[in-house]
């Protein structure tokens, strides 16, 4: 069993019900940002499923220098501040430099380390000292028990609030597979573990100047991972996705999101019965 991670009212691992982290990959506005939200908390409510609401500031690695990268650190921290003292939902988004730690860490509830950067010590330590929940996507050149390295540099750090989150792994070019395997080992570490479902169907680079994705294989793989015991699932949705700013092939519709946490919770719920008995 996995520790206990608290946010707000939000209770993540421990053998607790499963909790999604969602929300459009980029902030495009900050209308459509409190819209999304506002409809996540509306769809979360509804099936009693708590929410950590994502969405970054800057996507800084895009695959072309074209691509819309979000408002940057100060609007989007304004948004996402926002977004948090209206619906009272935690907030969480990426980091990618120490500089970016202090003024993100006081508005963002869980401070989330990308996969590309998920073995820069430096980065790792000084978000730690934050004191924020550290969400880390687990990079796609690593393999599971090596983030048993990673989660020791948070915890040397002084923090215990760890989130490790599998995302996939590379496998030939532009292409990503999921290792199920991956899930009970990271679990092992005594962290809690979260599924990026989205991003784990991303096409890196796929399209060219920008990635690809197959969002129909998601609900599969969602389906898999929760059925090992996870404690969160992770889900980029947007109100269109053909029309998203940013992974917008990989990203759910929201309309299709109901029906798939109502499966995803049943699912949950018999795991961990089991696991509990």
């Known amino acids: 069993m996995t520790r206990e991670i608290i946010t707000g009212s939000v209770k993540l691992g421990a053998n607790r019900p499963l909790v999604l982290i969602a929300g459009p990959c980029v902030i495009e506005n900050e209308a459509a940002t409190l819209r999304h939200a506002e409809r996540l908390m509306a769809i979360c409510n509804g099936l009693s499923i708590p929410l950590i609401f994502k969405a970054s500031y800057d996507k800084a690695n895009r695959t072309s220098i074209s691509a819309f990268r979000g408002p940057g650190l100060k609007e989007g921290l304004r948004i996402l501040r926002k977004v948090k003292d209206a619906l009272g939902v935690p907030v969480l988004s990426d980091i990618h430099s120490i500089e970016q730690i202090t003024p993100a860490a ?17 980065l790792l330590i000084a978000a730690a000292k934050s004191g924020r929940i550290i969400n880390v996507k687990k990079g796609q050149f690593l393999a ?23 995302r996939g792994a590379s496998f030939g070019y532009n292409n990503l597979v999921v290792d199920m395997r991956s899930f009970p080992v990271m679990r092992a570490t005594g962290y809690p573990v979260v599924f990026d479902a989205t991003h784990s169907v991303q096409l890196p680079g796929g399209q060219g100047d920008s990635s690809g994705g197959q969002r129909e294989f998601v609900e599969y793989l969602s389906r898999a991972a929760v059925a090992t015991g996870i404690d969160g699932i992770f889900m980029e949705v947007h109100e269109d996705p053909d029309k998203a700013l940013c992974d917008g092939p990989n990203s759910i519709p929201l309309g299709e999101l109901p029906a798939l946490l109502k499966m995803l919770k049943q ?3 018999v795991v961990k019965q089991r696991v509990s008995a």
């Open 106 to 122: 006081e508005v963002l509830d869980i401070l989330q380390i990308p996969a590309f950067l998920c073995r820069q010590t430096d």
């Open 144 to 166: 599971p028990w090596d983030m048993k390295n990673v989660a020791g540099k948070i915890s040397a750090s002084g923090n215990e609030n760890i989130i490790l989150t599998e």
């Open 267 to 269: 699912l949950d719920s």
